[in-house]
């Protein structure tokens, strides 16, 4: 059974033009001013707030401190103007002026997250976008509880059942609500994977559950064991895995949907403790994320698969379980990768770019236009961006692509340099590279840069270093919860669009 299906699937979402019987909750966005908050959006839905009902609610609102400001909420009963709803839930927008697609976007998961226990909820936020604020329900929404048994939610608790999105003519937005949903269900797929603990995600069932989703879409699956590994000669992917009890697999699915060919590789390792160069063990539970690359890396594919995209492609994703043990790689060792690099291993920790090396050089073979890896690389992505903004880097035209749609799609990724300084660092003296320079300056650049000696020549390369952003340790805050986030399966596959549109 996939990780998808232990979970119950978000929100129902449907388009409706008018709000139907037994309605619970209906939510309506406020903007922010120095005249006061005001209900938006303004030129539509008359026939459902009229303008004296706006003025009701603006002043009930007003009276229990709402100002409008970007996700607050404010819950009053409705007013005896609107027939059939119990009561409306008001989320801030902030001023109108600075309104986006991003903004509607949070401030519908706030909202969602505030229906727990809510059977039927509408909404006119589908009136500003309709496609991010049912991203943004469906999102919020989420939950993860296949692994809870004694303390099953309580009705008040559970998810919101149904979301109506209020919509001013009857064919207003279809395509837009297709789209959002099934990419909201790509993210929720990725954020299923990476909340799985990894006694119950390890290479092999990773690979397997993959595999049930892969087919059930009618795309081709490849997986090879270590076996084949080994046959193949993919030595990075086999020395980090070999520490591990549980061995580790390449995973290759393929999308076959035009002449375009877009390469897509996510790092895969199942959990990490470091090996023998072993993390602290202070936090070191949330490396059950350390897979979330590949995780959205599938769930994309799976995504460009269902959207009928015509582009190719083909998903590449090493997966492996970093353990120290009697047979774990030590630092010291030299492996040699798949197509004959030879790796010196200084830090068995820096295990993410051996298993996307080999990956990166099989990806190759296929003679791709684009290559794209996805990893939860470095701590030093943290500590130069922060833990909600990936870094990108790459050629350069391809990057600064890349880290545009990133911060269209709301995932925030920066451009980042690849410095040709750094790159002696990584010489060794007695294999072709090192995995790690022997300083902590630019680590998340070094590790680009180590990368890059693997991507074939002329390719169009980006590589999305997502360390903080793939996990959220802290609070719920806009559309993203505790736990697996899905960056970046928005930005994947809004590039995957963008080629096949522009190219």
Known sequence: MTAAADRSLGPELARIESIGQDTDVLVIGLTSSENGPAIVPDDLFSDILPADLRAELLDQLGAVGAKGKAEELTRIPAPAGLINVT???????????????????RSAGVAARSLAGTELAATTLSGI??????????????????????????????????VEFLVPEPEFGTLDLLRAQLTAEAVATARDFVNTPPNALYPAEFAERARVLAEAAGLEVEILDETALAAGGYG????????????????????????????????????????????????????????????????????????????????????????????AQRPGDVLTQYGGTTVEVLNTD????????????????????????????????????????????????????????????????????LPPELRADLNSKIADLANVAAHRWGGMLSAALFLKEFVPEGVQWAHLDVAGPAYNTGGPFGYI???????????????IEDIAGSD
């Open 236 to 327: 990075g992917i086999l020395g980090v895995g070999q520490g591990s009890s549980r061995p580790p697999r390449l995973l290759r699915i393929t999308y076959a949907g035009g002449p375009k060919k877009i390469a897509l590789i996510g790092k895969g390792v199942t959990f990490d403790t470091g090996g023998i160069s072993i993390k602290p063990a202070a936090n070191m539970e949330n490396m059950t994320s350390d897979m979330a690359g590949a995780a959205a890396v599938i769930a994309t594919t799976l995504l460009a698969a269902r959207l009928g995209l015509p582009v190719t492609v083909v998903a590449t994703v090493p997966m492996a379980e970093n353990m120290p043990s009697a047979t």
């Open 87 to 105: 009561s409306v839930l008001a989320v801030g927008l902030g001023p109108a002026e600075k309104i986006d697609a991003e903004q509607v976007r």
């Open 129 to 162: 976008d309709l496609a991010a604020a049912a991203e943004g329900f469906y999102l919020g929404a989420y939950t993860f509880t296949p692994f809870k048994t004694k303390s099953a939610p309580k009705p008040e608790e559970a998810p919101v059942l149904r």
């Open 481 to 495: 919860g505790k736990g697996g986030t899905g960056v970046p399966v928005r930005t994947l596959i809004n590039v």
């Open 350 to 417: 820096a295990e993410g770019r051996l298993i996307l090396a080999d990956a990166i050089v099989r990806a190759g073979e296929d003679d791709p236009d684009y290559l794209i890896d996805v990893a939860t690389l470095t701590g030093a992505q943290m500590v130069a961006l922060g833990t909600r903004t990936p870094g990108v880097m790459g050629t350069e035209e391809f990057r600064d692509r890349v880290a545009r749609i990133s911060r269209e799609s709301g995932e925030h990724g920066w451009a980042m340099p």
